[in-house]
């Protein structure tokens, strides 16, 4: 089995770098998981494996609820809790 490697980013202003990178991991023959923490928009150039919708669906909470520094904390912690 392909050892999994955790690949978090704000993929609305870094969706290029972050697809390159999860491109690059592929290539070494390891299994990244994307997961977008972005709070500006809309993924660019790449699909998450798992959204800023269902982290903060994963904190039983949405997206809406939230001022930006808050969910940046949330997102974070809840990545961290997915280890």
């Given at each position: 089995m392909k050892e999994l490697v955790l690949v978090i980013g704000t993929l609305d202003t870094k969706g290029p770098e972050v697809a390159y990178l999860r491109d690059k991991l592929k290539e070494y023959g390891l299994n990244p998981y994307v997961i977008d923490v972005g709070i500006l928009g809309e993924p660019i150039g790449i699909t998450p494996d798992f959204s800023k919708a269902q982290l903060a669906q994963f904190g039983g909470t949405t997206i809406e609820k939230?001022?930006?520094?808050?969910l940046v904390e949330l997102l974070?912690?809840?990545?961290?809790?997915l280890l």
């Open positions: 939230f001022k930006m520094q808050d974070l912690n809840k990545c961290v809790n």
